[in-house]
C-alpha cells in the first residue's frame, strides 16, 4: 500500500502524527486543504483526495489556559497547580486546528497575544514507544 | 443551506409548562425530576386538562447513559406520567437536546401527525463526580480532535473569549457583570440552583467561616470577591468558576397544541410564530470565532418564518452556559452589533427593567443547567413572563413577544424559538 493509499482518517492522521509528520488531505478537483482530515470535499462534493504535507507553520488564533482539565490530563499531573495551554492553531496553508500549546507561560495566558506564530511540535504522551503524539504548536518562526 | 422562507403547515400553540427545582438531588432519580415538572406543567394549564389527551411524547436529554447508566429513557419518561403507549421519543444535540425536542414536537403537530403533544427535557448529573461530569460533557466536542488536546467545555469557551477580547478589547470585567445581573434575576426564582445574588453569596460565606472558626475573608465587595483566586478559582482563562454554569440535576415540561385547540385548555396560549435550527462544524473550522453561525442562521430562519425582527423582540432567554456565550448570542440574534454585546449588562440594557430583559430567569448561569432539560427550562421563563406570572421578577409593561436560544456544545447546533402572547 503506497502512502496515498491511507484511507483519510482520523487513524490515519495519527499515523502520520507518529511517523513525525503533519498531514492534511487535499480535494484534487479544487485543492482546497482539509484539517481535520476529510473523505469528501464539502467545498465541490468530490471524494478526490490527496494526502499533502503541511509546513508545520501556522499562527495562533484563540486558545484558553486549563486549570480544571478531562481525566486523562490530570493522570498527567496537569490540573489546579499546573494549568496548561490549548487553543486552535490557524495553519499556513488556511485549514485551522485544535492543539495543545507549548513555549508559552500557562500560569499568565492574559500575556498571550492572538497572532502568535507557532510551529508543529508533536507531544509524546504514551509510554514513549513513539505510538501516541498529541498534536502541539510551540511558539516560533 | 435549504430555503427557509417556509412556514409550518399548521400553526402550535404553547398551553403548559413547567419545571421541577434545579439543584442536586441525590435521593431523586431523573423519572422523579420528570413527573414534578410534568406536574407544574399540568397545574399550568388554566382549564380542565385530561393528560390522556397528549398523543406524542418528545424528551429532550443529552446523556443519562452516562450520567446514569439508564439508555432508552423516552419510554421511561413516558410511562413516570401515566403515557404508555404513546410513542415517545428521546431527541439528543447536546445541550440543545429540549429546544429541539420542542422543535420535533411542533413538526409532529405541523405535519398533521398529532394534535396535543408533551415535549420535555431531563438530566441527572450529580450522580457522577466532578471529574467523570467533565469527561461526559467533553463527549460532546469532537472526540477525535478536539479533546485529545486537552480542550473542556469551559476551555471550548474561554478560546472564544479569548478571540472576542482580543478583537473588541472587552475584559473579564465585563463578562462579572453577566454573572452579577444573572444571579440578581435567579435570586428571584424560587426554582434556581443558585438562586442567590452574588454579593449575598460573598456575605454567606462569610458568616460560614466566621461560624467554623476558620479567618473571616476581607471582601471588600463583590469584585474582590470575584477575583479572589480561592473565592472564585480560574477554570479555564479567562473564565472563572462564578463564569460557568454549575452542574445540576432538573427536568423540564411543555405542552404544545394545534392552534385550533388551543382555547379548549387555556385562554392565554402563546403562538409559537417562529422556529430555527441550524448545526456548524467543530470551533476548529469556523472563520470566526467571536460569533456562533448555527445561532444567527437559526435566529435568521425563526425570525422569518415569524415576520419579526430583533428588534421587536421584548425578552429573550439566552444559552448562557458560560457568561462569555452570553454576550455572544446577544449579537448573534440581533440585538447588539457585533462587539459591542460585552457592555450591555453593565449598561443595564439587559436587565429586567432594561430596554432587551436577558435572562430574567437567571439563566443557565444561576438557574442550573441541567444539560437536556435547559432548553425549555427558558421556555418554562417566556411563558410566565409572557403570561404576566413571574412574580417578583416580572417585567413591567405589556408583553407580547419573547425569544428561546439554546445552544448544543460549542454551537455546533442552535435552536431558536419566538412566542407571541395572543390578543
Not at chain 2, 174 to 179: F, G, R, S, T
Not at chain 2, 226 to 244: G, Q
Request: net charge negative; glycine share 10%; with cysteine.
Amino acid at each position: 500500500m503506497s502512502e496515498n493509499d491511507k484511507p483519510f482518517t482520523a487513524y490515519s492522521f495519527q499515523q502520520y502524527l507518529n511517523q513525525g509528520q503533519l498531514k492534511a488531505s487535499q480535494c484534487v478537483d479544487c485543492q482546497k486543504i482539509y484539517l481535520p482530515v476529510r473523505a469528501i470535499c464539502p467545498d465541490c462534493g468530490q471524494s478526490n483526495m490527496d494526502w499533502i504535507e503541511l509546513s508545520g507553520k501556522g499562527k495562533l488564533a484563540a486558545y484558553t489556559s486549563v486549570y480544571i482539565g478531562p481525566s486523562f490530563m490530570n493522570e498527567r499531573g496537569y490540573g489546579r497547580d499546573k494549568p496548561y495551554l490549548t487553543g486552535i492553531v490557524e495553519l499556513e496553508e488556511g485549514p485551522r486546528i485544535s492543539a495543545r500549546l507549548l513555549g508559552l507561560d500557562p500560569e499568565n495566558p492574559s500575556k498571550i497575544k492572538i497572532g502568535t506564530p507557532l510551529v508543529y511540535s508533536g507531544i509524546e504522551i504514551g509510554d514513549g514507544d513513539g505510538n501516541s503524539i498529541q498534536l502541539a504548536f510551540k511558539a516560533g518562526e | 443551506m435549504p430555503d427557509n422562507h417556509k412556514k409550518l403547515a399548521r400553526g402550535v400553540s404553547l398551553v403548559g409548562a413547567g419545571m421541577s427545582k434545579f439543584g442536586s438531588f441525590p435521593e431523586k432519580s431523573s423519572r422523579d425530576l420528570f413527573i414534578d415538572a410534568f406536574q407544574e406543567m399540568s397545574k399550568s394549564v388554566d382549564k380542565d386538562f385530561d393528560p390522556q389527551r397528549i398523543e406524542y411524547v418528545c424528551i429532550g436529554n443529552f446523556s443519562s447513559d452516562l450520567f446514569e447508566g439508564q439508555s432508552h429513557i423516552a419510554p421511561i419518561m413516558a410511562d413516570a406520567v401515566g403515557l404508555v403507549p404513546r410513542a415517545a421519543v428521546r431527541v439528543e444535540d447536546a445541550c440543545a437536546s429540549s429546544g429541539v425536542a420542542l422543535r420535533q414536537g411542533i413538526m409532529g403537530i405541523a405535519s398533521g401527525l398529532y394534535d396535543v403533544v408533551l415535549v420535555g427535557g431531563v438530566e441527572m448529573m450529580t450522580k457522577l463526580p466532578t471529574s467523570q461530569v467533565t469527561d461526559t460533557l467533553a463527549a460532546a466536542g469532537d472526540v477525535l480532535y478536539e479533546i485529545p488536546v486537552g480542550f473542556t467545555f469551559p476551555g471550548f469557551y474561554a478560546a472564544m473569549a479569548s478571540a472576542y477580547f482580543d478583537r473588541y478589547g472587552a475584559a473579564p470585567e465585563d463578562l462579572m457583570q453577566v454573572a452579577l445581573k444573572n444571579h440578581a434575576n435567579g435570586a428571584l426564582n424560587d426554582k434556581a440552583q443558585f438562586g442567590v445574588t452574588i454579593p449575598d453569596w460573598m456575605e454567606k460565606r462569610k458568616r460560614s467561616a466566621e461560624k467554623k472558626g476558620r479567618p473571616v475573608p476581607e471582601w471588600k465587595d463583590e469584585w474582590d470577591f470575584l477575583h479572589d483566586d480561592r473565592a472564585n478559582p480560574m477554570i479555564a482563562w479567562p473564565l472563572r468558576l462564578f463564569d460557568c454554569s454549575p452542574i445540576t440535576d432538573g427536568a423540564t415540561a411543555a405542552m404544545i397544541v394545534a392552534d385550533d385547540l388551543a382555547k379548549e385548555f387555556t385562554d392565554y396560549p402563546l403562538k409559537i410564530i417562529g422556529s430555527g435550527q441550524a448545526s456548524d462544524y467543530p470551533m476548529h473550522d469556523r472563520d470566526d470565532l467571536t460569533s456562533i453561525g448555527a445561532a444567527k442562521l437559526a435566529a435568521q430562519e425563526a425570525y422569518q418564518m415569524a415576520g419579526v425582527t430583533a428588534k421587536d423582540i421584548q425578552l429573550a432567554e439566552v444559552h448562557d452556559c458560560f457568561t462569555i456565550a452570553e454576550v455572544i448570542a446577544s449579537e448573534d440574534l440581533g440585538f447588539f452589533e457585533p462587539g459591542t454585546g460585552y457592555s450591555q449588562a453593565e449598561k443595564g440594557t439587559t436587565t429586567r427593567d432594561g430596554e432587551i430583559p436577558i435572562n430574567t430567569s437567571g439563566g443557565l448561569k444561576a438557574k442550573g443547567h441541567p444539560v437536556g432539560a435547559s432548553g425549555i427550562g427558558q421556555v418554562v421563563e417566556i411563558f410566565k413572563q409572557l403570561r404576566g406570572r413571574a412574580g417578583e421578577r416580572q417585567i413591567k409593561g405589556d408583553l407580547k413577544l419573547g425569544l428561546a436560544h439554546n445552544v448544543g456544545a460549542t454551537g455546533q447546533t442552535c435552536v431558536v424559538h419566538i412566542f407571541q402572547r395572543e390578543e
